[in-house]
């Protein structure tokens, strides 16, 4: 039996929109074991990205338990939940979410230097992290100088830098072309297969998600399909 | 946890992104520190101009003048009634422990003549004490000797105003001149004084022996009365006690008593000094502090900066919350940045506040005085400037939510 690195139990979450309380996740159970490749469907509204700001640990749950890699983080402090977020969490943004006045090689250093790993260290990862994704030779190009492809893989280096338990990635092909697309989800696929990297991933493009060896539909808070590893059902 | 040394790293790297930005925001500042440095140096600068004239007058000093005479119940002014002798500068001088020196004086005016110059000035009877008094040294020559004192010799030392008059480029040591139409020898000459806090011109005087005075210049039916004794006290502390020694002391030998009818006046140039100082020490605060205004609002264009500069880089702040960055990270960040823009504006300040203080001083004759210690006031006040306005945009930064941050467009 593999680990589990994220189990969510009866997580729901309620916005408060000033008189009106917004229900965005009404009790969701989910188990992922280590080295999944998930993509997360649903319409707009179905609670997507609330959910993976819960599981990004940029937000926490009105209720119930989040257990990360063995650790319950629902209930953390804003700085906690950032050194969570900087030890386990790999974020891929739909719009690539590069400083623009750093070199790819320094973003990919950037979190790593807010883990309080030395220039000469960090360096040396950032650079294999950028050759893993095919961008050797590019560490010193502004993500200006790239094209959308190249940046999206800047970001996910970046993403492996501090080799985390989990990699969100929040619509990562949205802002590319089907081309680009299928590069980008090769290259993911490529990441879970070879260096066994757990990935999950908010699409609403079905080829996207057909990527991914399990698919969980979100539909008003609740989770319609594949909320354990063995229900294929869509 | 994130090295501090990389959190300043961050922020000069995002100041210098923005050049334009960073020198117009520290332009601010600069123009404040430089205001606040050429005033305090003109302040001080001032207030040690108003000193040294008041010490170029003599340090510790205090005049002894004679009282008021009273004329058929009309009392006439100070100095018109002649009370003070050469006893009582003799009495001063053995008897008052707080005073270094003391010497009589006979004053009158007289037309003197070399030549086919001739020139009208002061005439001070006195006694070689009076250039120990007033902290006045020869250029040339030499003093009185003990015999020329008591034998009341033909002998003078003239100031420079006198020897440019009289000889213009001659040399005076040596050659005669005539005072109401006695000829006197000069013996000295005066090192140049330049003129009091009231605009008298100190060098405009020639020193004759008291005794030279008395009897021969200014013949009069009182050949032991003074026009003042000048005392000097042993330091600034004793100015009081000598004040009070000399008093009493005056009052026993005149016989006084009512103390408030005595025929004596004592002048303290210490009272005017501290008062002088005290003026311009007022005016130079006061300078300083409107000064300061412009201080504060520099400080005002750096929060309105960094406040934009929040709103603008509200994606940046989300990202590197995203990946890590704690929220006293994101704080320390933007309150360096702050922080760095008014060092840098307030270096600036201090090199322009010093060559401006030069400059100025040049332009208006007025002395600057730069000293460390406003230096270092006006650098831990733009650092202090850059802390407070820099506080709330950078606090601001911090309190954002990654969430709402990241998806700022």
């Known amino acids: 039996m593999k680990k589990n690195i994220i189990a969510l139990h009866k997580i729901t979450k309620i916005y408060r929109m000033g008189e009106f309380k917004v229900h965005a996740l009404k009790g969701i159970d989910l188990k992922v074991a280590e080295g999944e490749f998930i993509a997360v469907m649903g319409p707009s509204g179905s609670g997507k990205s609330t959910l993976m700001s819960i599981l990004g640990c940029l937000d926490v749950p009105t209720s119930g338990e989040y257990v990360l890699d063995g650790k319950e983080v629902s209930k953390l402090s804003k700085d906690q939940l950032a050194c969570v977020r900087n030890a386990k969490i790999g974020f891929v943004f739909q719009n690539f979410n590069l400083l623009p006045q750093m070199s790819a090689i320094e973003n990919v250093e950037l979190p790593m230097m807010y883990k309080g790993i030395k220039k000469p260290l960090r360096t040396k990862i950032a650079r294999d992290c950028l050759a893993m994704v095919g961008l050797h030779g590019r560490e010193h190009h502004k993500p200006t100088q790239l094209s959308g492809g190249q940046r999206q893989r800047v970001a996910i280096a970046r993403a492996l830098a501090n080799n985390p338990s989990i990699i969100l990635a929040d619509e990562p092909t949205g802002n590319l072309d089907s081309a680009v697309s299928h590069e980008i989800m090769e290259l993911f696929s490529r990441l879970n297969d070879e260096a066994k990297v757990t990935i999950i991933l908010v699409t609403h493009e079905h080829d996207i998600a057909s990527f991914a060896k399990r698919t969980i539909t979100l539909r008003d808070g609740i989770i319609l399909s594949g909320e354990t590893e063995n229900d294929t059902s869509i | ?409």
């Open chain 2, 1 to 409: 946890m994130i090295h501090p040394f990389e959190i300043m790293r961050a922020s000069i790297r995002s100041i210098g992104a923005n050049k334009l930005r960073t020198s117009l925001t520290g332009l601010g500042i600069m123009i404040g520190v430089a205001a606040v440095i050429i005033m305090v140096s003109l302040g001080y600068g001032a207030s040690k101009r108003v000193s040294d004239t008041f010490s170029n007058m003599g340090t510790n000093l205090l005049v002894v003048f004679p009282g008021s005479a009273r004329s058929g119940g009309v009392r006439l002014g100070s100095s018109t009634k002649p009370t003070l002798t050469l006893s009582d500068w003799k009495a001063i001088l053995e008897n008052c422990t707080s005073i270094e020196d003391a010497a009589p004086e006979v004053r009158g005016s007289a037309q003197v003549v070399f030549g086919n110059s001739n020139w009208n000035t002061t005439i001070s009877g006195t006694t070689n004490s009076i250039l120990n008094i007033r902290n006045w040294h020869l250029s040339e020559g030499r003093t009185f000797t003990d015999s020329e004192l008591r034998s009341s010799a033909k002998v003078c030392i003239i100031g420079e105003t006198v020897a440019k008059e009289l000889f213009g480029t001659l040399n005076p040591i040596g050659r005669t001149i005539r005072i109401n139409k006695i000829p006197v020898l000069v013996i000295g000459l005066l090192e140049p004084k330049g003129s009091t806090g009231m605009g008298q011109d100190q060098d405009d005087i020639i020193f004759v022996p008291i005794t030279t005075a008395q009897k021969r210049l200014f013949p009069s039916p009182f050949p032991q009365n003074v026009d003042a004794i000048l005392v000097k006290a042993k330091g600034a502390e004793f100015i009081d006690s000598a004040e009070h020694e000399v008093e009493q002391l005056l009052i026993k030998r005149h016989k006084i008593k009512d103390p408030s009818q005595k025929d004596f006046n004592i002048r303290n140039l210490q009272e005017f000094m501290d008062a002088a100082e005290e003026s311009t020490k007022t005016m130079s605060l006061l300078l300083a502090s409107v000064a300061s205004v412009s201080l504060m609002v520099g400080g005002i264009g750096i929060m309105n900066i960094m406040l934009v500069t929040v709103t603008e880089r509200t994606r940046e702040i989300g990202i590197r919350m995203a990946i890590g960055a704690r929220t006293s990270d994101i704080l320390a960040q933007f309150l360096l940045e702050a922080i760095f823009v008014s060092l840098i504006g307030g270096t600036l300040g201090i090199i322009t506040g010093c060559l401006g203080s030069i400059v100025v001083s040049h332009l208006t004759s007025w002395p600057a005085v730069l000293s460390i210690k406003s230096i270092f006031l006006a650098l831990s006040f733009s650092v202090s400037v850059g802390v407070l306005f820099g506080f709330f945009p950078a606090w601001k930064a911090s309190s954002l939510n990654p969430i709402d941050a990241l998806r700022h467009e």
